[in-house]
């Protein structure tokens, strides 16, 4: 029987993104090696969203209006108290909602470049280290982690970056895979900021999303640790392997992962 995840994002790439580094994920673990890609994946893990049909939730889709009624119906599933602004409160909301129904929970959001957004996000992400719920935190946007893993293919990709890595337009004067954490998420993709996340991302990949997700391989996640240590993507991807992976999968050493052959069991 499958083990349902219930991811919630603002749009389809939050989820898109979100189900990769989770497959990948468990696709690295080494007592899970019987696992094969694309075939055996859905007998592990499936994505639901409020219905059968829905892959995921919209994080506009959880109603806080009627926060009073399920407060109080879920008087001591928290052990904590909750500050009562809106990021907190859609995912109590998820929690309420989900937590007997499906095995895990996964929030992916992006802060906007809005510190307050940010601070509140990883209060909560500090609230549920003990609930089966992990909390991404995509600074300053979900494309910041796929500018983070992004490694040139072929000489036109090469050439992109090296382009952006200049200090006129359409460069950004510095080479954002290393600091995708210092672009904005202020202003449509095309004008503006030459720092727009989007259209620094954009601009690598030709618009083509398929070279967009292909960074989120598990022989990049490495990488994408390292990059991401100030983007939120690290701390993602640790909560996936050493909570998720571990608590759904009943993995005994999350950190165990194979990285090629021989094993690394270390």
């Not at 639901?48 to 599933?77: A, C, H």
């Not at 907190?88 to 095995?103: G, M, P, Y």
């Not at 893993?149 to 952006?164: A, C, I, K, V």
């Not at 904005?184 to 070279?211: I, M």
Request: charged share 30%; net charge negative.
């Amino acid at each position: 029987m499958s083990n349902r995840i219930v991811v919630i994002g603002e749009a389809q790439g939050d989820f898109e993104v979100a189900r990769e580094l989770i497959d990948q994920s468990l696709l690295r673990c080494v007592e899970l090696t019987w696992i094969k890609e694309d075939v055996d994946l859905e007998h592990h893990r499936i994505y639901r969203g409020f219905e059968q049909s829905q892959e995921f939730v919209v994080w506009g889709w959880l109603d806080t209006t009627n926060t009073k009624d399920y407060r109080i119906r879920s008087r001591g599933m928290f052990e904590n108290e909750w500050p009562n602004h809106d990021v907190a409160l859609r995912i109590q909301r998820a929690i309420f909602h989900f937590v007997n129904d499906a095995e895990f929970i996964v929030v992916v959001k992006d802060t906007d470049g809005n510190e307050l957004h940010e601070t509140q996000l990883r209060s909560v992400r500090e609230l549920v280290e003990k609930m089966p719920v992990v909390v991404g935190i995509e600074h300053t946007k979900l494309e910041c982690w796929l500018v983070a893993g992004f490694n040139p293919q072929n000489p036109t990709e090469e050439e992109r970056l090296q382009t952006l890595c200049l200090g006129e337009k359409p460069g950004i004067g510095f080479n954002p895979c290393l600091r995708s954490h210092e672009l904005t998420a202020t202003g449509p993709a095309s004008k503006g900021d030459p720092r727009n996340a989007k259209r620094v991302l954009e601009f690598l990949v030709g618009d083509d999303w398929r070279v967009a997700l292909r960074s989120l391989h598990r022989d990049n996640h490495p990488i994408l640790s390292a990059r991401g240590e100030h983007n939120g993507l690290a701390d993602f991807l640790s909560d996936i392997r050493e909570r998720l992976i571990r608590v759904v999968f009943n993995v005994p050493h999350p950190n165990s992962f194979r990285t090629g052959s021989p094993v690394d069991r270390r």
